[in-house]
């Protein structure tokens, strides 16, 4: 039964992340490029992105606990599989850590925003929608390739 849940709360989480990271870059900030006023359309992108990156920080570690979890009562570490777990844990360490990143240029730009810096503001988060956004979403897909993939096996 807990086994369920736990895997249950495990793919909830990805696709929450990587789910998210899907519709602020393919749906919203497209949206928010027709926003001609920069001042607006910086604030609104801030704001945004904000509440998407709170949103996954519980969902974040809920992946980390789980994937341990199951890792650890599969013995995926010992195992035949085990280039497919650390494969899969190396992508969401990376992911992870360009998560921090961006979290932290977010928040320096906010407070930049909120000092009206507006081009230093702007210049903190510029690589996220077109380079940084897109890593992860990239490597997001491909560890939920790897775990379907391991719960196939």
Same mark, same amino acid.
Do not use: D
């Given at each position: 039964?807990?086994?369920?849940?736990?895997?249950? @709360?495990?793919? *909830?989480?990805?696709?929450?992340?990587?789910?998210?990271?899907?519709?602020?870059?393919? /749906?919203?900030? =497209?949206? @928010?490029? !027709?926003?001609?006023? =920069?001042?607006?359309? *910086?604030?609104?992108?801030?704001?945004?992105?904000?509440?998407?990156? %709170?949103?996954?920080?519980?969902?974040?570690?809920?992946?980390?606990?789980?994937?341990?979890?199951? /890792?650890? !009562? &599969?013995?995926?570490?010992?195992? $035949?599989?085990?280039?497919?777990?650390?494969?899969?844990?190396?992508?969401?360490?990376?992911?992870?850590? #360009?998560?921090?990143?961006?979290?932290?240029?977010?928040?320096? /730009?906010? #407070?930049?925003?909120?000092?009206?810096?507006?081009? $230093?503001?702007? /210049?903190?988060?510029? %690589?996220?929608?077109?380079?940084?956004? =897109?890593? #992860?979403?990239? *490597?997001?897909?491909?560890?939920?390739? @790897?775990?379907? &993939?391991?719960?196939?096996?």
């Amino acid at each position: 039964m807990y086994s369920h849940v736990v895997v249950f @709360l495990h793919v *909830l989480s990805a696709f929450v992340w990587v789910g998210g990271m899907i519709a602020i870059r393919v /749906a919203v900030h =497209p949206v @928010l490029q !027709s926003i001609e006023e =920069p001042k607006i359309k *910086l604030g609104k992108t801030l704001e945004i992105t904000g509440r998407l990156f %709170h949103l996954v920080i519980p969902f974040i570690v809920t992946l980390l606990a789980t994937g341990l979890m199951m /890792a650890i !009562s &599969s013995k995926g570490h010992h195992g $035949e599989l085990k280039s497919f777990f650390l494969s899969k844990e190396s992508i969401w360490t990376v992911m992870t850590l #360009n998560f921090s990143y961006m979290y932290i240029q977010r928040l320096r /730009a906010w #407070n930049l925003f909120k000092e009206t810096k507006f081009s $230093e503001a702007k /210049a903190k988060v510029k %690589h996220i929608p077109n380079v940084l956004l =897109p890593l #992860n979403i990239g *490597l997001g897909i491909v560890a939920l390739w @790897l775990g379907v &993939s391991l719960r196939g096996l």
